[in-house]
């Protein structure tokens, strides 16, 4: 099946899903059956994890239940609600740990205790209590911004109104998950698809008086913000909330031990079908909060927690076709066009080849029988081909050495760090002379960790591309807004709905707009280091003319494969047209973001050696969260070079040639106002 192909199925798929959703929740006349619904919606989910360019704002996985944008206002989260990372494995676990303790620079002898919680199939919610008084409910929305769904929480019998005990905090947001138990399910199923639906959709009834017949259960599990609370392990925090009277997980333990936890999870596993909760894994996590806060978070997720999934599902299939998609940096990635199966309730036509070393180390051709397995959330792929069927014609797959959609001559690029060449196999056009790679950075460019423009998605994007309306992302500030009302599906309305949504975004951060390019290895934290490098569009843009990438090598967390990037992307006419265009329609703010009483405000600072008890990411964290700021070589520009044990010789002897100050470790934390 072809990309087009698939992009029609997909998008038929979403339209239907949001017809069925509108049917039970809105109307609660529900169009099909439940367990047609549960396959659509699997099957949707199924395809996303398999094709990265299909996504929607509709997708089942974006929403909960049915958006009710216009019955519930919506407020910030004063912590944000993050996502956990996954894993699968044993492997994964360790690799877990090792950085855990990589990060607070301890060995691996150093114990670390896991608050272990089966991760319930429901809904996030925070409540937030004033003076022991629940005042607020919202609904996890996008983690950072959630609906006020107060009045409807408030009919849950387990989260309580008032809380006397004395040991409770002045103020706090208690998070859980609410969920219908299996049992009761059996009442509702005439009306939803599965427990969780149920869930979702009567937290999202108009009246809360329908949110009261229905049998809502809340498990506590953590907070956000707080102020005034005194405990210091999640293990301690279950207990107390216990006694505040909410319910917690009788299945909770605390675990140490990698060996341990798999023991645990097995025993859970195993006992899934008996518990009257739909669960689909278990979450670890570090039980001291000292540890927690230490390690702090990466961009959506912390640190200090990850969600241990399920067991993967394998099935025999055959391989139909073999297809190859181009993304948004040209990689170009084989998928299996299967014979359709079901495994573990999701109907899989697609599976991942990953790349073509992949293809030629498992021999894998069209035609052949084959194993699939999915993982969890993991993408669905070949596991192994059994050779014995396969028929005496087949052929062994050709991988395109020229790109399918522009004919450019792809390549497979030289690796740096491990001297090898990569193994995925890459269009050489640049900025947006490939289609297919063009379509790709639109969808980026409107995408939500981006410009996040609101009724813009993908779908759009590939609409308005085949239409002619739009080439490049300037095209999107300059939309012919009469012919768009003109098209199927549009109106007067939607069509001033999407103005006004794009009319909105004009305005952005500089550290959202450079990772709106899509400049390959320039993710939204490298987005974020270079933002408060350059501190100005103009600064960054003045790249293009004087040419002075070596200075970017001062700093840290930037590297020779991010300056060679974007000095490519520089160095092509479409990107700098893109960006000249960009900057007439937009007001790209200036990051002047700077942190108050930053005791080393206006510093720099580099690190040679081990600290003792602190790793390098840690003592950079505190450099950063003190108004400092870190860099990977040396220069006059430097203030302060940190020397822990095993010291590389050169720096400290380049740094006594500039006159740059030495600090021991004592020195450093004396800075900070801390002892070592």
Known sequence: MSKKEIQIQYKKKIKLFNQYNKSYYDKSKPDVSDKEYDELKKDILSLEQKYKFLKSKKSPAEIVGFKPSRNFTKAQHRIPMLSLANAFSEEDLV????????????????????????????????????????????????????????????????????????????????????????????????????????????????????????????????????????????????????????????????????????INYNEIEKKRAEIDFDIDGIVYKINEFKLQKRLGNVANAPRWAIAHKFSSNKAISKILNIDIQIGRTGALTPVAKIKPINIGGVLVSNATLHNEDE?????????????????????????????????????????????????????????????????????????????????????????????????????????????????????????????IENLEGWGKLSVENLKYSINKKKKISLEKFIYSLGIRHIGLENAKILSKHFKSFLKFISLSKNSKYDELLDIDGIGETQINSIKNYFVNKINLNVLNELQKILYIEDNTIERKNGLLKNQTFMLTGKLDGISRAEAKSLIEENSGTTVSSISKKLNYLIVGQKATKRKIEKAKELKIKTLDQKEFLKMLNKTS
């Not at 919610?125 to 008084?133: E, I």
């Not at 639906?197 to 009261?212: E, F, I, M, V, W």
């Not at 699939?372 to 991988?399: M, N, T, W, Y």
Request: hydrophobic share 30%; net charge positive; with cysteine.
């Open 359 to 483: 293809i030629n180390r498992k021999d894998i051709r069209v035609g052949d029988t084959v194993t699939v397995e999915r993982a969890g959330d993991v993408i669905p792929h070949v596991l192994s081909v059994d050779i014995k069927k396969r028929s005496k014609d087949s052929l062994k797959f050709a991988f395109p050495q020229n790109c399918p959609s522009c004919g450019s001559k792809t390549i497979k690029e030289f690796n740096l760090i491990t001297k090898k060449n990569d193994a995925v196999r890459r269009c050489t056009s640049e900025g947006y002379e490939c289609e297919k790679i063009a379509i790709e950075k639109i969808k980026h460019f409107v995408s939500k960790e981006a410009f996040n423009i609101d009724g813009f998605g993908k779908k759009i994007v590939e609409n308005f591309w085949k239409l002619k309306i739009i080439k490049l992302p300037q095209d999107i500030f300059k939309l012919d807004y009469d012919k």
């Open 95 to 262: 690799n877990f740990e090792k950085r855990t303790l990589n990060f607070i620079s301890k060995k691996e002898d150093f114990k670390i205790s896991y608050s272990t919680e089966p991760k319930i199939d429901g809904i996030s919610a925070s409540l937030t209590y004033k003076d022991g008084k629940f005042i607020k409910g919202l609904s996890r929305g996008d983690g950072k911004e959630g609906e006020d769904i107060t009045a409807n929480l408030s009919t849950i019998k387990d989260i309580p109104k008032k809380i006397s005990a004395k040991n409770f905090p002045e103020e706090i947001d208690i998070r859980g998950e609410v969920f219908i138990q299996n049992s009761d399910f059996k009442n509702l199923k005439e009306k939803f698809a599965n427990p969780r639906n149920a869930a979702s959709g009567s937290l999202r009834q108009k009246n809360p008086n329908d949110t009261k017949k229905i049998p809502l259960q809340f498990i506590a599990y953590t907070f956000g913000y707080e102020k005034g609370l005194k405990i210091e392990t999640q293990s301690d925090f279950l207990k107390n909330l216990s006694d505040w009277g909410f319910k917690t997980n009788p299945f909770n333990k605390l675990i140490t031990g990698v060996k341990n936890l798999l």
